[in-house]
């Protein structure tokens, strides 16, 4: 795998962990992907790039 495929993979964890983090904190209604890309460190729009919506994130 190559290295930016790794990162890719890697980001998608992190994403990942905070989506589920804010949505045992506050329920999945009340959690945006701003606010998962945020405690990421990351852009709204990259988390689009990696899931398309906070739906992609449940599949």
């Known amino acids: ?5 790794q990162r890719g993979v890697q980001r998608r964890a992190r994403i990942l962990d905070a989506a589920l983090e804010l949505f045992a904190e506050q329920g999945f209604i009340l ?4 606010m998962i890309a945020e ?9 689009l790039h990696h899931f398309g919506s906070i739906g992609g994130m449940l599949c």
């Open 1 to 5: 795998m190559s290295a930016s495929a």
């Open 31 to 34: 959690t945006s992907l701003p």
């Open 39 to 47: 405690r990421v460190g990351i852009t709204h729009a990259e988390t």
